[in-house]
Structure formats: C-alpha cells, structure tokens
C-alpha cells in the first residue's frame, strides 16, 4: 500500500510556539545532565533553532521576525527572556 504526502498547515505562532517550548525543554534537560549527554541535547535544541529559522525568516515580518528570534537566542544561551 502506498501513502500519499499530506499537506499539513501550521501558523507561525504555532510553529513558534512549539519550537520555543522544545528548545526550552531540551536546554533544561541539558542543564542536568553532565558531559556528552547534556552537550548532545544543546545541539539538539541549536539545530531546532536552525530549522526554525530556515523555515519562517523570509516569510514573516522582520519586525516580528527578530522579536522572536532574539527570545529564542537568549534561551540558547541561557540568559532571562527578552521583556517585550
């Protein structure tokens, strides 16, 4: 039996939303975890970012586009959320 592709739709707040909330959860299982265990699940949490902002850089507003993508930065690095 063959499968046919699917289209499946998603906003960019969800899309957004989704990439935050999974980033933030592998940075804090990064964090309790010591060596390559941890280093594994930042890149993991990098390459989400990376993806993130192939798919939605040029499609969105630049204004929004940065808000967003600063928020994303600051949790890489660990540092507090950007007031907004």
Known sequence: MRSRAQSVHFSYRELTSSTYHAIK???????????APGL?????AYGMYLGWRTLVMDRIPPTIFHLDDRAIEALLAGRPPLAQ
């Open 25 to 35: 959860l592998l940075m804090e299982e990064s964090a309790k975890r010591d060596g």
């Open 40 to 44: 594994q699940r930042k890149d993991w």
